[in-house]
Structure formats: structure tokens, C-alpha cells
């Protein structure tokens, strides 16, 4: 199907959008089919002439909800969200704004039901796409969802194997499978004499699975610091950066064994 030609200008009466001198606003493409393209036309209220599939509205005149700014993934169990190139509308939406005007012009959207929440599975080779700024005045078609089912699930519950996808905090950081009562384990390691292999962890967080939620576990020279629950890949990496980037007390000297103690 070829590209059609659209106006450079919003249509809705008093705005300005797409004109020289106004702010920048993503424009969409009055709808092709007749049915809705009248309801936008009657919400718009514009009596000097007609809504055609050639006209633009901008996003001032749709609620957040009618707009589609993101593509949702779910991989290995979590939430990845990737900017889209330029925003798109939701099947059906139509303008109910029209903030240049008096407000009983507006029209009342319906109330947005509850979405029911299902498992989605991963899209093959998805990877996240560098953020695009969104073209300015850039018109885009109303009715495209450009492959995205808008329906899919928008959250899944954090586990252990998606923890396992993270990258360590820093190249002195290993990660540990299973050691003890943990999970998984990211650790600081080291080898405090020359002449023998003493080695030990100077810090480590520690993830485990218990009552169906993470729970991640800060120890500081052996001592358990910090505990929390974690229920992002964003929270379990802001505990891993929390820990490399926190000072390890170094101690003093103990009047009774006379020995460095935190």
C-alpha cells in the first residue's frame, strides 16, 4: 500500500500545531475507514469544513492512554520496554481533547477497563533499539501498530534465572552458582597473603528465592549489612552498584584480642 499524503498541520480548531512558530507535536493521520473517521470529525467539531483521510490531528487532542509510545517484550520472564521510532495510536482511538477550546467541548472518554494480564512468550532475537527522538511533526498512521499486539503482557515476576543475565558490577566482581542457603551470588574476591592461598570475599550480594519473591542479602566483610526484597532487574542492579560503590569499613584495633575488627 502506498503512502498517502497528509496535511503538515493539525486539524482541531485553534490549534497550532505544525505551524511555523508553534511547538513541536506528533501528528496522526485521520483513519481511512468512514465509520471512524466521522466520530473523530463530530468530537473535533469542526463546522467550516471536513475531517478527510488527507487531515492530521496532533497528540494534544488524545489522552496518554490512546498512545502508544513503547513496544513491551517480556524476556526470560521480565519487562523490557523499547522506545519506538515515532508514536502510534491504539486501534479505535479517538481525539477527545481539545484544550484551544472551551472545556464542555471536550468529550468524556470512556473509563479504561482493566487489562487481563497473560503470559507472553519472548520474541525470537528481540534486543533493545537505541532511543530515537521522535520526529518532529512527523505524521503517523492512526490505525498502525506496526506488528505489536497491544494486548500482551506488560509484567512478569523477577526470577533468579533472569537475575543470572546480569552483568557483573565491576571486572574485580565474579558470580557464584548455589552456595549455600543462595541462589546465585556476585562477589568481590580477595588474596589477602603472597606466600599462601588465603582468599576471601571482601563483599558480596547474595540473591535467593523464598516464598515465591528475591530477596537480596548485602554482606560487607562477612557481615550482613543490608537485606532486601528486589522485584526488578532495575532493583537488582542498583543493589549491585549500591554494593561496589559503598567503602568497606576497615576496623580497628580490639583492646581484647588485638586484632582489626568493623
Known sequence: MSKRR????????????????????????????DDLRRKWERNLR??????????????????????????????????????????????????????????????????????RRKAAKPPEGASRKRRRPDAPDEVCDGGEMEGMDFNAATSARLSIEAIRTLEVPANYWCRIEAVGHCDLIFVTTVISKRTKLDIFHEKAVCFMSTEGKIVAQVFYQGVLCQEKPVQSLAEATSVLEEARESPVCKGGLSLSTRKFRC
Open 6 to 33: 497528509t496535511d503538515s498541520h493539525c486539524f482541531a480548531p485553534g490549534c497550532r500545531s505544525g505551524y511555523p512558530g508553534a511547538p513541536k507535536a506528533s501528528l496522526f493521520a485521520a483513519p481511512r475507514e
Open 46 to 115: 469542526r463546522d467550516d469544513k471536513p475531517l478527510t483521510e488527507t487531515s492530521a490531528v496532533c497528540e494534544h487532542h488524545f489522552e496518554p492512554r490512546y498512545i502508544l509510545r513503547e513496544y513491551v517484550h517480556v524476556i526470560n520472564g521480565c519487562e523490557v520496554r523499547t522506545p519506538r521510532g515515532k508514536p502510534s495510536l491504539v486501534p479505535n482511538a479517538v481525539p477527545t481533547l481539545l484544550p484551544g477550546c472551551p472545556a464542555y467541548l471536550s468529550v468524556a472518554a470512556p473509563k479504561q477497563r482493566p487489562e
